[in-house]
């Protein structure tokens, strides 16, 4: 089926540092989710996009749905500690199921005060 | 109100017992959704209801068993489980009017399930 590559799988950094990181598939899509997970929670929905070339800001955190419509870019500016946790993208194939979302594998934060 | 709720929070079970999940939203959302997700795993689509109907099944193992009782309400009914679906299970629901094309799913917090 349809996969997605999210990178980085996992990111250390110190609290004030900006972070970014980015998903990509293999086939055209037409919503981009990004959401964030922390232990034992259920995932929290951050940003949501819905256009080619879209920018999108929540606080902090800044998306983007890329031009080609095959990839997407969360950054987090100056980290904090709360901001630690597994950031998921997930999307809709345009071709697919209007249900069914595509997740990427996971990034993990983690963020030293 | 995007609050999804999910009880009970944590459940341990025996292979021989029948329990139930029980998933609540108040968004007026018509389609709600089961997924699986185990540790550092991305959620993994179950089953999808849509207008109290049931649309998708992942090839579920029947010993799953949803039930969508209103369009706010949406169950699952768990028998003869085995150690391997321990795990957390996670209720979501997103507006059916595609026509909006808005196609965000809002999570609820899930509820851990081990099985002994």
């Known amino acids: 089926g349809q996969q997605l ?23 055209i899509f037409n919503t981009w989710l990004w959401y964030k997970q922390d232990p034992g929670e259920g995932p929290v929905l951050l940003i949501a996009l819905y256009k080619a070339g879209e920018l999108t800001s929540n606080g902090r955190l800044t998306a983007q749905f890329g031009i080609t419509r095959k990839d997407s870019f969360l950054n987090i500016s100056a980290s904090i500690p709360s901001d630690v946790g597994i950031y998921f993208c997930a999307g809709r194939d345009s071709g697919g199921s209007n249900y069914k979302l595509t997740f990427g594998k996971g990034t993990l934060l983690t963020v030293n005060p | 109100d995007t609050e999804v709720t999910q009880t009970p ?19 007026g959302h018509r389609a709600m959704y089961w997924y699986k997700q185990k540790a550092k795993k991305p959620p993994e689509l179950m089953f999808v209801y849509s207008y109290e109907k049931l649309s998708i099944n992942e090839s579920v193992p029947s010993r799953f068993s949803p ?6 309400l949406l169950n699952l009914h768990l028998h003869a489980l085995q150690p ?24 609820g917090p899930g509820t851990r399930l081990t099985v002994l």
């Open chain 2, 84 to 107: 391997e679906d321990s795990a957390l299970y996670l209720c979501a629901s997103s507006q059916r009017t595609w026509t909006s094309g808005r196609h965000e799913q809002f999570f």
């Open chain 1, 5 to 27: 590559n999210q990178s980085p799988q996992s990111m250390f950094i110190q609290e004030g540092e900006d972070v970014s990181m980015n998903c990509t598939s293999s086939s």
């Open chain 2, 67 to 72: 039930e969508c009782p209103n369009s706010s």
């Open chain 2, 9 to 27: 929070k944590h459940l341990v079970m025996g292979m021989t017992n029948k329990k139930s999940l029980k998933c609540e939203q108040h968004m």
